[in-house]
């Protein structure tokens, strides 16, 4: 891996986004000529301040990936497209799901097509959801899950991701899609909560507030640290068996809502936290348990998540303390 | 079912198309008020001679599903939709993939949120399809089989289907989803082949012209007359039973297209037929053999098709000797 980004241009979708922009750094630490687009629409997690440290050893292209023209022109002689750019809340997919639509499907079939016509060599790696399997019938998840998305959000993200498939098979764009599960640490969007819920406690957590738990707070959950999630998109990208294929992540272990309260409490005294019913509208489009079974990527491509629930949530609360004025308000 | 759509109130998008115009027929002969709304996009199927003989017993409205205030006013009031306006073309979707994405999802969308803000307790049935399934892992494909899809057209259906089965289990707009596979019969576009190929061989036959047969002409398909697709739209919109749920269509028996080019031979004597090479474009769409299990829907609710594929092709083609200049050029 050292050697595999040296030199090479990488654009990043969405790159300073959360997930995004942690790659950026990865990539500019491993010796990428790094290409972030990311449109910055308010309150989707696009954050300048995300690339602070880097932001003279990359480009950034302010750009709306829905734009084809811009599109046309961008991808030329990318190398490696880490394709991060979406709209990831359930709940305003709910709430306005043209513009859902727009940005979940619209965009990456204008990502793709700009690709197939002037650059079908790229290797692009897509970052697609476990939202999209909805309530799990069996759990772990695995890939042979039937997908049944809850919300207009998992649908349009479900769409995107075949869209990548099918532009790899069809036009050998080649294209690899990694199911995320829910994601944590530093650089998230933590200015409202309608990004879930981790990132959100998190926040209550550093300034020392009342967490409120729906429900009983048994739920299960697996969680990625960022630099676990960073990882497996470069892995992604450096291999070729894995094009057309799609891949779970998945956390260390299943952990319950209350676990991940106890240890940020546990790492924030002042923190306290109290149960709640579940609001309606949250309750109708909840999935129940959820943990997936990341041994597909793990046997193809070695992947595995390396950071505990402690010691990662140790890491984003630290981030956040220093850094608070970049991501309250 | 005889006394259920009597002066009961139905909606039928994509009316003036193959399969809405022939449920219109039925829907009228039942006594029902049928509203038709269908865009008459050229080239997309719609034909005002679909409804010759009827056209005096329903209403007609010209007006595009993707038009959100529109349909807000048409779906006041209706107690059944039978939702099949869309893009059918495989070809054409991989051609301009954001048409495509317009009709088979932002249509759906503005559909469903006029039913969720106008109309609630609506029944809606939705014409999905089986190239949603892509190539089959095992034969015969029932609904428990993956999807994957191999075109765009394939992926936003699949998309278009999923919006409904959760405006149903998350509003509560009560709708069935019916996966069709090749369906044939009287009023279907067969001015171009490009909405595959079973009415385009008929019409070869019917002018006593050569058959071109892609391959060897041995793949399987299920064919369904559209009488019997007919009857699943109307068994599926008059049972509560089957909201929120998805089931395929499927034929008699699975028959090659050998078989069935045979068929029209014989029943048209003056055609021929002559095996040629799969095109580039044609091949790396194709989805190999396929045939549905039927099953699920013949427990539920007691469907199986009737019609025999000789007599399903005597009756299209009769209709289409007697009829020809509507449907020629």
Known sequence: MSNEYRGKK???????????????????????????????????????????????????NIADVRDRNGMDYLVRGQEYIFNLAGQVSHMDSMR??????????????????????????????????RQIYGTPDYLPVDERHLVHPTDVNGINKMAGEWYHI??????????????????YGPRQLVKHSRQGFIGWF?????????????????????????????????????SNAVNGEVFNLGGTRPV???????TLIDLCPEASYRLVPFPEDKKRIDIGDYYGDYSKI?????????????????????????????YWE
């Open 96 to 129: 306005d799901p043209y513009t859902d639509l727009e940005i979940n499907c619209r965009s990456q079939l204008s990502l793709l097509e700009a690709c197939r016509y002037n650059n079908p060599t790229v290797k692009i790696v897509y970052a697609s959801t």
């Open 298 to 326: 793990e046997t193809t491509l070695g992947w595995k998540p390396q950071v505990s629930l402690r010691d990662g949530l140790g890491d984003a609360i630290e981030f956040y303390r220093q850094n608070k004025e970049h």
């Open 256 to 262: 319950s809502l209350l676990e991940i309260v106890d």
């Open 10 to 60: 990488a654009m990043i979708t969405g790159g300073l986004g959360f997930i995004g922009s942690n790659l950026a750094h990865r990539l500019v630490e491993l010796g990428a000529e790094v290409l972030i687009v990311d449109s910055l629409i308010p309150d989707h997690g696009g954050n300048l301040f995300n690339i602070e440290g880097i932001a003279d050893q990359l480009r950034v």
């Open 202 to 238: 998190i926040r209550l957590a550093v300034d020392g507030e009342e967490i409120s738990v729906y429900g009983d707070g048994k739920q299960l959950r697996d969680l990625n640290h960022v630099d676990d999630v960073v990882e497996a998109f470069l892995l992604a990208g450096a």
């Open 166 to 183: 099918l532009y790899s098979n069809v036009y050998g764009v080649r294209a690899t899609s990694l199911r995320l599960t829910n994601t």
